[in-house]
């Protein structure tokens, strides 16, 4: 499992504004998760969007409706460092597993 500290999404200092203010500019990862049947019924992906505002591409998946194991996600997400982060931490705090988590640059997005 990763942790807030693990995100590398910017590999390059953010820039400062000039009040002093983490730059803002959008970034992108991927991320693959996966989903214990007893959260199949749990709206995950849209809790992304409204409560941390980042961008969800689904890029792959293995859900069923009537699934009797786990599923899976492979996700690209996009918004701010500070949206991954907190992203991050509510998949974190579900205890869901996390791998393949890689960020824009090294895979050239």
């Known amino acids: 499992m990763y942790s807030t500290n693990d995100l590398p999404v910017n590999t390059s200092k953010p820039a400062q504004s000039t009040t002093g203010h983490e730059?803002?500019?959008?970034?992108?990862?991927?991320?693959r998760i996966r989903i214990p049947k007893e959260y199949q019924e749990d709206p995950i992906i849209s809790r992304l969007v409204s409560h941390h505002g980042v961008t969800v591409n689904i890029a792959a998946a293995l859900l069923?409706?009537?699934?009797?194991?786990?599923?899976?996600?492979?996700?690209?997400?996009?918004?701010?460092?500070?949206q991954l982060q907190s992203a991050l931490t509510y998949l974190n705090e579900l205890d869901l597993e996390l791998?393949?988590?890689?960020?824009?640059?090294?895979?050239?997005?």
Not at 23 to 31: G, L
Not at 99 to 109: I, M
Request: overall charge negative; aromatic content about 10%.
């Open 64 to 82: 069923g409706a009537n699934a009797r194991d786990d599923g899976w996600f492979d996700l690209e997400l996009s918004g701010s460092t500070r």
């Open 99 to 109: 791998w393949g988590k890689s960020d824009s640059e090294q895979d050239g997005w």
């Open 23 to 31: 730059d803002n500019r959008p970034t992108k990862m991927r991320v």
